[in-house]
């Protein structure tokens, strides 16, 4: 079975599970403090690029959001007046997504399932993100050029630390189910920012994780 075909296998069992780790508390004392050790930095990210949506006026604005899970992401941009679109490898997830987004106000045949090599989107968007997406990218370079072709100003995703004392744990869960990761050091993705002769970058340390912001 092939890298991308594990990987929707994985979500596609995975999508409730998935969409509650976004709740900082389930009124469980254990939970919230399980959260704040092993999911710090899914929040951390998610205010980053809460924190990116807020900033540009009041002009139209467009959202692209690969990877998007449970549709998280592009619900909040929506209730910050971006037009969002997304791309999701995984069925279940995109249907999640899809119900998600449709009632809040968004356009449910903007969220599409496919490869995101394969895929070929309508237009640039104003941001590209990718947020827990290359944690599963055996190839990353001809994904990063695809997603940076994407945007006609700003692509921000995160990427999991090689070196951090929650890795060895993470590795051993995921392989328990069969479910490739892929994690990075701040000079691979230092490189990965010039190779794309961006205008301005930031890799920044969330952690577990680094959020990278690439500006044209």
């Not at 690029?49 to 807020?54: F, H, N, T, Y």
């Not at 119900?99 to 809040?104: F, H, L, M, T």
């Not at 929650?166 to 479910?179: E, M, N, S, V, W």
């Not at 691979?188 to 002769?197: P, Q, V």
């Amino acid at each position: 079975m092939s890298v991308s075909n594990k990987v929707g296998k994985f979500f596609n069992s995975y999508t409730y599970d998935f969409d509650n780790l976004y709740s900082k508390s389930s009124g469980k004392l254990s939970f919230a403090i399980f959260n704040a050790l092993l999911r710090g930095a899914l929040y951390k990210r998610y205010d980053f690029v809460e924190s990116a949506l807020s900033d540009g006026g009041d002009k139209s604005r467009t959202l692209l959001d690969v990877g998007f899970g449970t549709g998280r992401y592009m619900t909040r941009g929506l209730e910050l007046g971006w037009d969002v679109s997304g791309l999701d490898i995984a069925p279940e997830m995109v249907s999640f997504a899809k119900a998600r987004v449709k009632e809040s106000g968004g356009d449910p045949d903007s969220v599409w399932e496919g490869d995101i090599l394969e895929f070929v989107f309508p237009q640039t968007y104003d941001i590209v993100i990718a947020m827990g997406f290359f944690d599963y990218i055996e190839h990353p370079t001809p994904v990063l050029h695809k997603l940076w072709e994407s945007t006609n100003a700003r692509l921000i995703f995160s990427a999991p630390k090689k070196f951090h004392w929650l890795t060895p744990q993470r590795k051993f869960r995921y392989a328990l189910r069969d479910c490739p990761l892929y994690f990075y050091t701040r000079n691979s993705l230092i490189e990965c920012a010039k190779s794309l002769d961006c205008s301005s970058y930031e890799v920044v340390d969330l952690g577990r994780d680094y959020v990278c912001d690439f500006r044209r």
